[in-house]
Structures are given as C-alpha cells and as structure tokens.
C-alpha cells in the first residue's frame, strides 16, 4: 500500500505534512518514536526544498510517498527544483562549538542519523530522494 501528497513550496504546508505523518503512522501501525522520527526528518528535508530549490516567488510542487517495503518504511520525496545531492553533503562536525560550527549541514547530519539507507538520484529534471527507515 502506498499513500501520497503534494505540498507546495511554501512553509505553511508543513503543517498539512504532519498531518499526513500522522495518518501514515496510524495506517502502517508505526511506533510513537517511529513517527516522531520520521516526521522530523521528512520535515527537514521539506524544509530544504521549500527554502533552497525554488526562487522564493515561484510556487510549485513537492511530492511525497511513502510505502512499507520489506521491513522498512520508504518515503520518496520528489521536487523540480535545483539539482542537490545530500548524500555528497559534507559530513556536520558535530564536535565544534556552537560559534565555531558553520551555519547549515546539521539537517543532512539529522537525516543521515536517523534513517537506514538515503539516496538520491536526478531523474528527467527532478530531485528524488529516497529514505528508509527500518522497523
């Protein structure tokens, strides 16, 4: 089984995200921790989107997916913005200070903590970044 939405780049969807999380945390009977985890992440990782893919005046959609697969949960998040590969991030140096850290990086850092496998491809002008979690 498989469930979806569409979210536009703007920020006050975040909400409709969580919402969405929620439901899937009912429908697949993931854990508390589960869904709080999974709703960070796929927060994050929307957050970048809407904040870095698209020209702030231009609106456009964002979809997710998300399916049980194997012992896992699989979200696909899918976006025509700019190209950008987290998983070539830079690793965060979680072992700076706080004034000596750089600015950015601790969400790819959170992404990569919390799920499985993270994988990323450009596919006919689109961002595909796939996440696993296993349960």
Known sequence: ?????????????????????????NEFSLTPDVVFNVNLVLEEAIVNVINYAYPKEKHESIYLSAQLHEGSIVFVLTDTGMQFDPT????????????????GG????????????????????KNVLTLSKKL
């Open 88 to 103: 070539k991030a830079p690793e965060a140096d979680i072992t700076l200070s706080l004034e000596d850290r750089p600015i």
């Open 1 to 25: 089984m498989e469930k979806s939405i569409i979210l536009t780049n703007d920020i006050s969807e975040i909400s409709k995200l969580n919402e969405f999380v929620e439901e899937i945390g």
């Open 106 to 125: 601790l969400g790819i850092f959170l992404i990569r903590q919390i799920m499985n496998e993270v994988s990323y491809e450009r596919i006919d002008g």
